[in-house]
């Protein structure tokens, strides 16, 4: 978005000093392992960091991140140009609902929920375990496969596009492209106009979403895209754009998030032989082992937003204007609610976990993840009593969104 | 103090005494009480907090609004008569002694 004469740009106060942290959240380290970080943040009020030379709120208590996550007056979900946030408009100005308030958020959302509640996405399941079973059967033929390509991205995909959406193999293109373009979006300096790549799978997206209404309306089927179109229509005609930013954020929301989740449990289980295991020998742990690998090891480090009206948490003074980081990975190591956090435990059976958010903008697709998680972890170790690390030293290298930690490489060995 | 009775689905009841305007979701979690999840914090959102209640107290609870009517309408265990989600039922003096079933599921597995 271009700024404009009008924009606000509230001027912070003086901050204490002391209550500065020097650390990049981004970092390379950070992703590849931040318990180290989490365990020293988790008991602790909030901090301050720079980031683009804007100071920055993190919030790390479980209670806290809690509360931030839905007090949408004081720490609100919409962007507002020159608070510090622009680097991270990963959808080029669309209305999502991760960065609308009430009533739009109401109003947004409800058109969204339906074809996730947990009944629709047991109507899934069945297409979920056979689509595992599928991909697990070509790698079994190999003595050895990496878990994020050969795995987890194609499976999820393949969910998405082919068993949520229901669209065609040869279109799916439009949408991967899309979310590897997403990623370009952080990597521009401030105000420079988002990438070309990135812009032209965007504009291939919209597109593709209104030959998509076309299509519907002269063929209507029982689908997912039929049932948003017809809720959208129920209040006025659906546009493309409407349609375009539902689709790009269930399936940005629900792309990255699901494969590199089932990269990291897989990753954490294969780094505790013994809980492996254990989840081996009893497979009715696997719902409690999962919740503990999404505790301890949240795809999402932080999320955004922005200090809509000043307030102190904890003794610490947050002002309008200001970006705060909520870090729901640290929240998941909070002591008072997960003793001895930094331990795995596949039997500790967590609960109200941060890992999916919490509130207004808890995640729409959690019930779809999990249900991915128990077909794809709940196959893998079952199917391979021997599977492990190809190579325990090789080195994990992270991408996705700065906030996220996907890995990228993890190397398997299954004879 | 109102007190909530949760029937569990093991068959086992448990007496909480709560505050008035604490909700039966919020109760059970605080005190550990399985089979209410609560994923998204009492915000309408997940659908995982579904508890039945009593025919004598359900008349006595204001109509679900929209979003509840929706969530309880797609619930992972049956709908009946007194399916109410849990963080929208606010408890107070009046309802003392409120008695809610704990269904077998929240989710699918
Ligand atoms: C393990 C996988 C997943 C993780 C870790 C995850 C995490 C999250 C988190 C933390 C939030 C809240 C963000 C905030 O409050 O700012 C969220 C919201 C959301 N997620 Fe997920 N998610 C996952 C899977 C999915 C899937 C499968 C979908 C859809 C197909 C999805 C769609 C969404 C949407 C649309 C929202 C926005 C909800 C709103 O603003 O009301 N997510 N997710
Ligand atoms: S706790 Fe999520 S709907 Fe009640």
Not at chain 1, 44 to 58: L, Q
Not at chain 1, 61 to 66: D, F, I, L, N, P
Not at chain 1, 82 to 90: E, I, P, Q, R, S
Not at chain 1, 179 to 196: D, F, I, Q, R
């Amino acid at each position: 978005m271009t700024a404009q004469a009008a924009i606000d740009v509230p001027v912070i106060p003086p901050l204490d000093p002391a209550l500065f942290v020097d650390v990049d959240l981004y970092s390379q380290e950070i992703k590849a392992d931040p318990s180290p970080w989490f365990l020293q943040w988790a008991d602790k009020p909030p901090f301050y960091v720079m980031i683009h030379g804007r100071p920055n709120a993190v919030i790390c208590r479980h209670e806290q991140v809690k509360w931030a996550l839905s007090d949408h007056e004081t720490i609100s979900a919409i962007p507002q140009p020159g608070w510090g946030a622009d680097y991270l408009d990963y959808f080029n100005g669309l209305p999502v609902l991760l960065e609308v308030d009430p009533p739009e958020h109401t109003r947004l959302r409800r058109l969204m929920q339906p074809a996730f509640t947990p009944r629709r996405v047991s109507q899934f399941q069945l297409g979920i375990n056979q689509q595992v079973a599928a991909l697990i059967e070509t790698l079994a033929a190999k003595n050895e496969f990496d878990m994020m390509t050969e795995f987890a991205q194609p499976l999820v995909y393949r969910l998405l596009l082919g068993t949520v959406f229901e669209f065609p193999e040869k279109d799916w293109s439009i949408f991967t492209n899309l979310s590897h373009a997403l990623e370009l979006v952080a990597t521009v300096p401030l105000g420079a106009p988002k990438p070309a790549a990135y812009m032209e799978a965007f504009n291939a997206g919209m597109k593709y979403c209104g030959d998509l209404i076309e299509l519907r309306r002269r063929e209507p089927k029982d689908d997912l895209i039929s049932s948003i179109v017809a809720q959208h229509d129920e209040g006025g005609i659906i546009t493309t754009e409407e349609l375009f930013t539902t689709l790009i954020q269930l399936f940005a929301g629900g792309l990255g998030t699901v494969s590199g989740t089932l990269g990291l449990s897989m990753l954490r289980l294969c780094r505790h032989p013994d809980q492996l295991k254990l989840l081996q020998d009893d497979p009715s742990l696997l719902n409690s082992a999962l919740e503990e690998c999404l505790r301890i090891d949240s795809l999402g480090n932080f999320r955004h937003r922005h200090v809509a009206r000043d307030c102190v948490v904890d003794g610490v003074p947050i002002y309008r204007g200001m970006l705060v980081h909520m870090s729901m990975g640290a929240a998941n190591y909070d002591p008072d609610f997960y003793p001895e956090p930094n331990k795995f435990d596949i039997k500790r059976n967590p609960r109200d976990i941060s890992t999916f958010g919490h509130g207004l903008h808890f995640c729409i697709g959690n019930a779809f993840a999990r249900a991915v998680l128990r077909a794809g972890i709940g196959q893998l170790v079952q199917r391979f009593p021997n599977i492990r690390l190809a190579d325990p030293s090789e080195k994990i290298i992270y991408g996705g969104m700065p906030t996220e930690r996907m890995p990228l490489n993890i190397k398997l060995r299954v004879d | 103090m109102p007190k909530i009775i949760y029937e569990l689905s093991d068959g086992s009841t448990r007496t909480i005494e709560a505050n008035a305007g604490d909700n039966v979701m919020q109760v059970a979690m605080s005190h550990d009480i399985a089979g209410i999840l609560g994923r998204c914090g009492g915000f309408c959102n997940c659908g995982t907090c579904h508890v039945y209640v009593d025919a004598q107290w359900a008349d006595q609870l204001p109509e679900p609004a929209f979003d509840e009517d929706a969530l309880l309408s797609e619930s992972a265990a049956e709908r009946q008569p007194g399916s109410r989600l849990g963080c929208q039922v606010i408890v107070t003096e009046a309802l003392d002694g409120i008695t809610v079933t704990i269904p077998e599921r929240q989710e699918f597995d």
